[in-house]
């Protein structure tokens, strides 16, 4: 057994049953949403924040780097335990402990799902306004990590904007509480650097959340283009009307093919982009609105458009929306999804940057994204099984982040720089930037406990596999984990 | 590596269908044992990256991976949701029926062996269902459920009362407008645990213009053989099926049983490879209709009765996510006079019966009933309505064990009780 005595101290606060070590068991903790791997030495599920403390110290004892997961749908390779070590899981800790609908809060922990939130909260006219694509699924400790946004984020933030304290572990293994229960708490804003710090400062084990209350009234509008530039500058064009919609989201031609399979969402086979757009409100102001921006999307040469008022119509719009990016699955084996921001304006050029880079490449494209933040999602479609495709991926990712730097804009809009944007951080920030960012991290008194390898510029590959771990290795099978 | 490395013989999941799953993690939260662990290694996800593994000899099946595979209920709701359309039931199957075919755990073996040997076969099911009907009968099962020690192994043990429905050939004649010839699935559990399912898909079907017939040289369906790994034994009995409802004359097979119906839906899949029977094959799975199904398409003869009663609908995992039918049924209740559908949360969430497996995983099978009880005991339904045999025996034991009133039916004979 490996190190065996870890397993030992572990299991001897959480229980047997919630450690895993067997290496057929933590083969399937290797992965997250992304094509990178690393293999933990030990997975732990924790049932409360006093057994994570507890598991925390055990990691120091024995110089175990810790890795926190939530559903492990992060897309920048977050979740994966590239120095090996434990892995902490949360979904044991999913339990919604208070509600207060008078004050329009919530305490949670940090394995609930982040539409459960909603779900719960339903009741009382209030919902949980970020709503990342996985939201079915994906964790609030795994938003609260990355800073999670969605479709709807553009008129109401992302995670940082809805959370307002935090309980956390830090690198002692003490639970210490930030923010609290009012907004804006005197002091530094701790709980703003926490969200979006990839669990590489603390483990986050209790979270409040903001609700807010359903708006009075949703109008949903869906306008087909012929070609993806007109589409995006209509998006330029809503904007500068003076509307923020709640949500302003585009999808391209080979988006719309995947969808169309996937859930027959009646796209016509010939057009070249769709935005998906929601307007909310007030009844008056949200159809004022809905009236101007199907004006402005005809003026641009919308072929055709859709509107949806009730919630089953407005649900029907947004169902290939929602399901586009695992449908992407049904267009090559693999995908790899980028992640960059660029101002409005300069989206149809980078746009066309993004199409002839992928072309010379040799890979099909599917961009599927939030237009009205211009963050970007270039899908790059590929076959993981061909040789050295993957690495021509990822080249090509590096040649669309620098289109997008280049615009002005950034190498990460939601998804967070993890381990497979690290080496990027040195395009947008200066050495002494970085070393502040070092120093905030120092300061919480972690140095490579929690979450090595992400983030900070590195040159050591992930899943480069420890020699304890080989040992385990070697006793399951010559070839297993190559 | 091992001399002969398990997924490379005929029933190996195919790469093309196993790199389809681009672990986007969509699928967790819709699975029940992950729900209920929490762990990765009982997800859908972390169950293909197993087989896939296993396939790429990076491991070999431990019994640890072969524990993974096995807690899988095969209730597909991962499949339902999954926007990449990875065909996991298929996979699962076809992982199945290779560790089953390479050195399996004697579990597995004994498992087969009694599927294949007592239920696939009519006579000695019979037998197996006068002891089951025994046991009920001689109160045996009161103190067994009565006893502490024993109460927690016994109570989701299969019981049989009720007629067994034995009527084979022509069932019934057309009642006014002729609509056509279909015959039905008898199956092998569900004549003598439910013959008055039967009756009333009998009777129902006749009211709506079909003359009925049950060719008498039908086989089980052989989906517990294929879940279970026997591939073999699910093939043979596939051909007999397609020889026995091809030969009788009629224009669709109908099915009372999701499980049966979705595996007979699969026989073209099945006997893909068979040159004989490829092309039947597919013929036939075409003709397969779900009852509920088929009566949803009609413009359904209107019921005359009522049926004055709160009912909630659970959906069998193998219509809702196997054949993708949610609405036929509610349809049908819709149509009842007097009849209120209370829908309860997660109606597509499985009970936890899965064909043997609540035998074979009593622990896993219980908190998922369990939960199923707590979200019917909040519609406040006294009438349980589902379209699965395994199911209404699962829902019963339910009952049983939390000492609630309650009656599970099939959804066809509450249609039934309308037309009286
Ligand atoms: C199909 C699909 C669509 C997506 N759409 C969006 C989208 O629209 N917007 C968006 O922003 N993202 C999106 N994502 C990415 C992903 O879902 C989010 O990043 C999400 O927040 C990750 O949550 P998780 O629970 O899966 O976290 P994981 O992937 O498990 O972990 C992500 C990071 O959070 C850290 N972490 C997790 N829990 C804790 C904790 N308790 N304490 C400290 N650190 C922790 C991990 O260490 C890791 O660094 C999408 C992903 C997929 C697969
Ligand atoms: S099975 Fe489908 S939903 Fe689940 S992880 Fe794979 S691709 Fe995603
Ligand atoms: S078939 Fe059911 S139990 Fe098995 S992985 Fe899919 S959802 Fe989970």
Redesign the interface.
């Given at each position: 057994m490996p190190n065996s005595s870890l397993i030992r101290d572990l299991s001897r606060v959480v229980g047997r049953r919630w450690v895993l070590h067997e290496p057929e068991d933590l083969l399937v903790y290797e992965y997250d949403a992304t094509i990178e791997r690393g293999l933990p030495e030990a997975v732990v599920l924790p049932y409360n924040a006093n057994q994570v403390s507890q598991v925390v110290r055990i990691a120091r004892r024995h110089n175990a780097p810790v890795t926190a997961r939530g559903a492990g749908t992060g897309l920048s390779g977050g979740a994966i335990p590239c120095d090996g070590g434990i892995v902490i899981v949360t979904s044991r800790m999913n339990r919604i402990l208070e509600v207060d609908a008078g004050n329009r809060i919530a305490v949670v922990e940090p394995g609930v799902i982040n539409q459960d939130i909603t779900d719960a909260v339903a009741p009382h006219g209030l919902y949980f306004a970020p709503d990342p694509s996985s939201q079915k699924v994906c964790t609030i400790g795994g938003n609260v990590a990355e800073n999670a946004g969605g479709p709807h984020c553009l008129r109401y933030g992302t995670t940082t904007n809805h959370v307002l304290g935090l309980e956390i572990v830090t690198p002692e293994g003490d639970l210490v509480w930030l923010g609290g229960k009012t907004a804006d708490p005197p002091g530094y804003d701790l709980t703003g650097l926490v969200v979006g710090s990839e669990g590489t400062i603390c483990i986050v084990t209790k979270v409040i959340v903001r609700l807010m209350d359903c708006p009075q009234s949703t109008v949903t509008l869906l306008a087909i283009f012929d070609e993806v530039d007109q589409a995006s500058h209509a998006v330029s064009a809503i904007i500068g009307q003076g509307i923020v919609p709640a949500a302003l989201e585009m999808m391209d031609r080979n988006t719309m093919r995947a969808v169309e399979e996937a859930v027959q969402a009646g796209y016509p086979p010939d057009a070249g982009a769709v935005l998906l757009i929601e307007v909310d409100g007030l009844e008056e102001e949200t159809r004022e609105q809905a009236d101007s921006v199907r004006a402005v999307c005809e003026e641009l040469g919308a072929r055709e458009l859709r509107i949806g008022f009730s919630a089953e119509d407005r649900e029907r719009l947004w169902a290939g929306r929602k399901g586009a990016l695992g449908a992407l699955g049904r267009l090559a084996p693999s995908y790899y999804i980028l992640d960059g921001v660029v101002p409005r304006s300069k989206l149809p050029a980078v746009l066309r940057g993004v199409y002839e880079a992928c072309d010379s490449f040799g890979f099909q494209v599917a961009n599927v994204f939030h237009a009205g933040d211009g963050n970007l999602h270039p899908n790059v479609m590929f076959d993981e099984r061909v040789p050295g495709a993957t690495q021509r991926v990822l080249d090509l990712g590096e040649v669309i982040m620098r289109l997008c730097v280049e615009a002005g804009g950034t190498i990460t809009g939601e998804h967070g720089v993890g381990y497979e944007k690290r080496n990027y951080m040195s395009w947008i920030f200066s050495e002494d930037d970085l070393e502040v960012m070092a120093g905030v991290k120092l300061a919480f008194g972690a140095t490579d406990l929690f979450n090595p390898g992400k983030i900070f510029p590195s040159s050591k590959g992930c899943g480069e596999v420890s020699s304890r771990m080989k040992a385990a290795i070697a006793k399951v099978g010559p070839d297993a984990y190559v | 590596?091992a001399d002969n490395p398990p997924f490379s013989g005929p029933f190996a999941p195919s790469?093309?269908d196993l790199?389809?799953?681009?672990?986007?993690?969509?699928?967790?939260?819709s699975c029940p044992t992950y729900t209920e662990t929490?762990?990765?290694?009982e997800?859908p996800?972390?169950r293909l990256?197993?087989i896939k593994?296993i396939a790429e000899?990076?491991?070999?099946a431990?019994p640890?991976?072969v524990g993974h595979l096995d807690l899988c209920l095969q209730c597909r709701n991962c499949e339902a949701v999954?926007?990449?359309?990875?065909p996991y039931g298929r996979i699962m199957e076809g992982a199945r029926a290779e560790l089953l075919a390479n050195r399996p755990p004697l579990a597995w073996r004994l498992r087969a062996l009694f599927l294949r040997e007592v239920i696939a076969r009519p006579r000695r099911m019979a037998a197996f269902a006068t002891l089951l009907r025994l046991y009920r009968a001689s109160g045996l099962r009161w103190l067994a459920e009565r006893a502490p020690f024993l109460r927690e192994r016994v109570i989701l043990a299969p019981t049989i009362s009720g007629p067994t429905f034995r009527a084979r050939g022509v069932l019934a004649r057309p009642r006014g407008e002729a609509r056509g010839r279909v015959a039905l699935l008898i199956g092998c559990i569900m004549p003598h645990a439910y013959g008055r399912v039967h009756e009333a898909t009998v009777r129902v079907l006749a009211r709506n213009g079909f003359e009925v017939v049950a060719p008498p040289h039908q086989a089980c369906c052989g989906a517990l053989n294929a879940h279970n790994g026997d591939r073999p034994t699910a093939r043979a009995l596939a051909r007999r099926n397609i020889d026995a409802f091809l030969d009788a004359g009629v224009d669709a097979v109908v099915v009372n049983s999701a499980g049966c119906g979705s595996a007979m839906k699969e026989y073209g899949e099945l006997l893909a490879d068979d040159p004989d029977y490829a092309e039947k094959a597919k013929r036939f799975a075409g003709m397969v209709k779900d009852v509920t199904e088929l009566l949803a398409e009609l413009p359904l003869e209107a019921p005359t009765g009522r049926v004055e009663a709160d009912v909630t609908f659970q959906d069998p995992c193998h219509l809702a996510h196997a054949q993708r039918i949610t609405g036929a049924p509610r349809e049908l209740l819709a149509a009842i006079p007097g009849l209120r559908l209370v829908e309860m949360a997660q109606p597509d969430r499985c009970c936890g019966s899965a064909g043997i497996y609540s035998l074979a995983h009593r622990e896993m099978s219980l908190d998922l009933l369990d939960g199923k009880m707590r979200e019917i005991a909040a519609t406040g339904a006294e009438v349980i309505a589902t379209a699965n045999p395994g199911c209404m025996a699962q829902i019963e034991a339910g009952l049983r064990r939390h000492r609630r009133p309650g009656r599970v039916v099939h959804v066809v004979e509450l249609l039934d009780e309308a037309y009286r």
């Open positions: - | 590596m790469d093309a790199s389809r799953c681009v672990h986007c993690g969509l699928c967790l939260e929490g762990l990765e290694t997800s996800r972390g990256y197993l593994a000899e990076r491991i070999e431990t640890t991976v999954c926007p990449s359309g990875v």
